[in-house]
């Protein structure tokens, strides 16, 4: 009996010492706040990633803690009226509350439900039918009115399709060999002919025109309808209904059939899984924006599944540094033009914030800017999110 004891109690200590281990490990990856609170009562509105800053220096890594908390059983799932607190050696803790609301999820899907719902990005449409007439003849049609598709031979009536408009074409000039590689974004019309035009949804980047890789084309929601009538005899267009609710559809615009849902609305956020080449991750467009934002604005990336990037993936964002004179070792009065490169001295990038991806597409990623010190501006680079420069 003696014997057994011993074995329990060497066991138990064994037990304990991993244990200690384990969680100093987590404390050493995963830094607490200083200033972080004893206990904190999740509220409505509130997020997973302004939860986890609470407590942790990087709110990223909030899963790593709470999944090694045994009193968590779904570290994604916490819910308002939960109270968190730092126990068990700084791991976060759960008392459960009420459960009669939904989740807190990592983002506010209310900022990220349009672009989950009314974007998508493809590698080419010439090949969708499209509106070729509206009803009356008019130039716009809304929900109630019929449209007019071309291309829908063999259809069935009661099938119902999405009215879609491509809007914005991206490109990537690739440099190999430079600094980096250089990115232009184009605006286009209800038929997706290219448009210059700073109004437009996203903003442009004036860069070269020749020698790209075509990243996607966007495609923007107008509206939604049900077919009622198929090609017949003469009649070389099949009849759309406009049933739901949306923006006008235009002649021009493409129709696709009413997929399922094909998007996350739970986000786990990591780290990216490889290290990419400098230069090759960037902001291309901001949403609702010239060419800036800021904290909850959606942005769309360049870069996405061909690079491993998945829904969740964390980047920190960075203005790229400036190329400078030294107007020590040249003369003060010449300008920057006249000076070769080896004259001038590369700044370092400055840090502007993070970005959480929420939607990928293969080569093209809409991700919400978790936080920001500054502006994120068309054209910033994305790095690691622990990158210290």
């Not at 057994?4 to 384990?22: C, D, E, H, I, P």
């Not at 491509?166 to 184009?186: Q, S």
């Not at 491993?308 to 829904?311: I, S």
């Given at each position: 009996?003696?014997a ?25 990856a ?74 807190i ?47 829908l ?34 605006d286009?019309?209800a038929?997706?002919?290219?448009l210059v ?73 990591h ?36 690079e491993?990037?998945?829904?969740g ?49 293969d ?27």
């Open positions: 009996m003696a057994k004891l011993k074995r329990l109690s060497q066991g138990l200590r064994t037990v304990f010492a991993v244990a200690l281990l384990t969680v100093t490990a987590y404390a050493a995963v830094e607490v706040r200083g200033d972080h609170p004893d206990t904190y009562v999740v509220k409505r509105g509130d997020t997973l990633w302004d939860i986890a800053g609470r407590f942790l220096q990087k709110p990223w890594l909030w899963p790593e803690i709470w999944q090694a908390n045994p009193q968590v059983k779904n570290p994604h799932l916490i819910y308002p009226g939960d109270v968190l607190s730092l126990a068990y050696l700084d791991r976060v803790a759960v008392e459960p509350g009420p459960r009669t609301e939904a989740p999820n990592a983002i506010p899907l209310a900022d990220v439900e349009p672009f989950l719902k009314d974007l998508r990005v493809v590698d080419q449409f010439d090949q969708l039918p499209y509106v070729v007439g509206l009803e009356e003849d008019r130039m716009h049609a809304t929900q109630g009115q019929l449209a007019y598709i071309k291309g031979a063999g259809a069935q009536p009661g099938q119902r399709f999405l009215v879609v408009r491509p809007t914005v074409r991206y490109t990537r000039l690739d440099r190999t060999g430079a600094c980096c590689d250089l990115f232009h974004t184009d286009l019309d038929r997706g002919r290219r035009d700073f109004q437009q949804y996203w903003t442009n980047v004036v860069t070269p025109d020749a020698g790209h890789e075509l990243l996607g084309f966007e495609l923007m929601r107008q509206g939604a309808g049900t077919l009622t009538r198929g090609e017949t005899g003469d009649i070389e267009a099949s009849t759309l209904v406009l049933d739901s609710e949306g923006r006008d559809v235009r002649v021009g615009d493409r129709v696709i059939p009413v997929d399922a849902r094909s998007y996350d609305l739970q986000f786990v956020p780290a990216p899984k490889q290290q990419l080449e400098y230069g090759r991750a960037r902001v291309l467009a901001v949403a609702d924006m010239l060419t800036s934002g800021g904290k909850r604005d959606v942005v769309a990336l360049s870069v996405g599944a061909r491993g990037v998945d829904n993936t964390v980047f920190s964002i960075w203005r790229q540094g400036s190329n400078v004179v030294d107007r020590v070792e040249h003369d003060m009065n010449r300008s920057e033009d006249s000076v070769g490169h080896d004259a001038k001295t590369r700044l370092p990038d400055e840090f502007a914030g993070h970005v959480m991806i929420f939607r990928t597409f080569k093209v990623s809409y991700g919400l800017v978790m936080d920001a010190i500054k502006p994120v501006r068309v054209g910033y680079e994305l790095k690691h999110p622990d990158a210290p420069y």
